[in-house]
């Protein structure tokens, strides 16, 4: 059965002034598939989803959608309206109940919540719930797991599994494209190359389309030197050439300058001498009001230390490593760093350039020579090629520079300064996955220790060799393995846990009896409970009707959140002492 064209986008070009992302692309979106748009940092993904959602127009070329096709975009900076909206109402969804739920399961508990107050990350969740209620026919997500943690990524990534949505995403998250995608799309060289498979067989694929471009390219200049010996001898007799070889040189010539070799960071800055004496820490606790976020915790850090930090948002990683370099003090406890100690700090709001300087201008001004690995010194305009600033990329002010261009001026300020003890906080938002790459080969070398903050699970498992896990209420526990190792454990300890439930439950007898097989009657006190029982189960029956009357009505109001818990809480009770009847009636019988 051939498959359904949801959309068809044919010789599509996009440039901004003298720069072109994209010539002549041409490719399909059918419906069922899991699309992964793959491409370095300012080379058009997000135009590209932007054109495909119709909000931005191409230079030239079409994009065809299928009759009636509803298509939702989540944007990396989503618009959810006026500042008054709450997060219930920038679902836009007509069913409160279904929206509050989708708001909890993607960590939103209030959705009574304005606007106006959240993060980033809260406003990414909100737009995400936005476009699952809306149940598009093609979902389109502009880096999705940015700013999530963890355990609503896993969420969603086991929801966009499970979907019948056809999707088309960009993220530098490789577990999220490996288990997601069936298909991947990558803009390079201002074409678009098309792989069957998840992220993967990409790699594989991508690696010998590279290795066959390479040997194709070698022949062109073999072939290009005899055909220019040709094209020099004899010149009297130029004229009378065959017509068609010397039009085939002209083509090899064009051919033979095409240019393979790829642009990449280069993350060989030298890190300074650490001595044998780092950090430690002992009992340390913070708290905000009645919110405690470290509990009496101690640690000794360790020469080459590589930790990983992983918990839910707002229990206190980011305040916990600025305690760790003072910018945050602690209520209690003690800090005692080793006097070689260095650090390197690279956080979630980037450093404060100054957006009126040029980017050259803003490195010198930290640093007139920056000293490789090695020994190699480099002016600060050497310095900033390494990082992929073109002499006129190094000309622009930072106020224009793009997301991607800011982080890696950020890492460049960071790594130049030579530090021995990295602090990094959610380096992996910005970075595409090229740059990505480099930074994971450069910290399993790196020469110091380095403390991780991330919800990259392959990066994490890539760096870390044991994680501080926060799980809440001041609690840091120090587990030994990469996140997969600790995924891992969890999901043992939730099987046996269930498994114990499920012997306790079949061992419980099912009728009552005593040690000689004889039946008995009920005691006085389980007469009583049974009628209280009775009439608990009556009243919270009652409720129960009463809150799926408000749900189903359609009619605003107030509190909404605070009615969805409660009716989870009055349907638990309802089975819990509905068993407890049936047991005792069990034994009456």
């Known amino acids: 059965m051939a498959p359904v064209s949801y959309l068809q986008i044919e010789n599509l070009t996009k440039s901004y002034g003298d720069r072109?992302?994209?010539?002549?692309?041409t490719f399909g979106i059918n419906q069922g598939d899991k699309i992964g748009l793959i491409a370095k940092n300012g080379t058009g993904k997000t135009t590209m989803l932007r054109i495909i959602a119709g909000i931005e127009s191409p230079d030239s070329g079409t994009v065809t959608r299928r009759s009636g096709l509803k298509v939702a975009l989540v944007e990396q900076v989503p618009d959810l309206g006026s500042d008054g909206a709450t997060a219930l109402s920038a679902c836009r969804w007509e069913d409160p109940d279904a929206a509050t739920r989708m708001l909890s399961q993607l960590g939103i508990s209030d959705p009574a919540m304005p606007v106006a107050t959240m993060s980033g990350g809260q406003r990414k969740r909100v737009a995400i719930a936005r476009a699952l209620l809306h149940e598009p026919d093609l979902l389109i997500l502009d880096e999705p797991t940015n700013h999530l943690d963890i355990q609503v990524i896993e969420w969603l990534e086991t929801r966009l599994t499970r979907a019948r949505t056809t999707l088309l995403l960009v993220t530098h998250d490789r577990y999220f494209l490996d288990r997601i995608c069936n298909k991947i799309i990558e803009i390079d060289m201002a074409g678009i190359f098309t792989y069957q498979g998840n992220y993967d067989e990409y790699l594989r694929r991508r690696a010998e389309r590279l290795n066959a471009l390479t040997g194709e390219l070698a022949k062109v200049r073999n072939t290009l030197r005899r055909e220019q010996e040709w094209m020099s001898r004899q010149p009297q007799a130029r004229a009378g050439k065959a017509k068609f070889r010397i039009d085939a040189f002209h083509e090899l010539k064009r051919r033979s300058q095409a240019d393979y070799t790829e642009r990449t960071v280069s993350l060989d800055v030298k890190s300074s001498y650490i001595g044998s004496k780092i950090f430690e820490a002992e009992g340390i606790t913070k708290r905000y009001g009645d919110k405690l976020l470290v509990d009496d915790f101690t640690y000794n850090f360790a020469r080459y230390d590589k930790v990983g930090i992983v918990g839910p948002n707002g229990v206190g990683k980011s305040t916990f490593i600025k305690m760790l370099q003072g910018i945050v003090q602690p209520d209690a406890g003690r800090f005692d760093v080793g006097e070689t100690v260095r650090f390197g700090y690279y956080s979630q709001d980037g450093l404060k350039f100054d957006k009126g300087k040029r980017v050259v201008d803003a490195i010198a001004d930290l640093a007139e020579e920056i000293v490789l690995e090695g020994g190699e010194r480099h002016s600060p305009m050497q310095y900033l090629q390494r990082f992929l600033f073109t002499p006129k990329d190094q000309q622009k002010y930072i106020s224009t520079l793009s997301g991607g261009e800011l982080a890696r001026l950020h890492l460049a300020a960071v790594l130049m300064r030579s530090p021995n003890f990295l602090i990094l906080d959610e380096p992996t938002n910005d970075l595409d996955i090229v740059t990505l790459g480099l930074l994971e080969e450069y910290l399993a070398d790196f020469k110091g220790c380095a403390i991780i903050v991330s919800h990259d699970r392959f990066f994490l498992d890539t760096i870390v060799d044991h994680l501080f896990v926060f799980t809440g209420n001041g609690v840091i526990k120090d587990f030994p393995g990469n996140y997969s190792d600790y995924r891992e454990f969890i999901d043992r300890q939730q099987a046996a846990a269930a498994a114990e439930t499920t012997k306790?439950?079949?061992?419980?007898p099912r009728c009552g009896g005593n040690s000689e097989g004889r039946p008995r009657k009920l005691s006085f006190k389980e007469k009583k409970l049974m009628e209280t029982l009775e009439s608990e189960i009556e009243s919270l029956t009652a409720e129960k009707l009463e809150l799926e009357a408000v749900f189903a009505s359609g009619n605003?109001?107030?509190?909404?959140?605070?009615?969805?818990?409660?009716?989870?809480?009055?349907?638990?009770?309802?089975?819990?002492?509905?068993?407890?009847?049936?047991?005792?009636?069990?034994?009456?019988?």
């Open 20 to 25: 072109m992302l994209f010539a002549d692309v």
């Open 504 to 508: 306790t439950r079949k061992e419980k």
């Open 556 to 589: 605003a109001v107030d509190g909404i959140g605070s009615l969805s818990q409660r009716y989870t809480q009055v349907q638990e009770l309802l089975d819990e002492k509905e068993l407890q009847w049936l047991e005792l009636s069990e034994i009456e019988g």
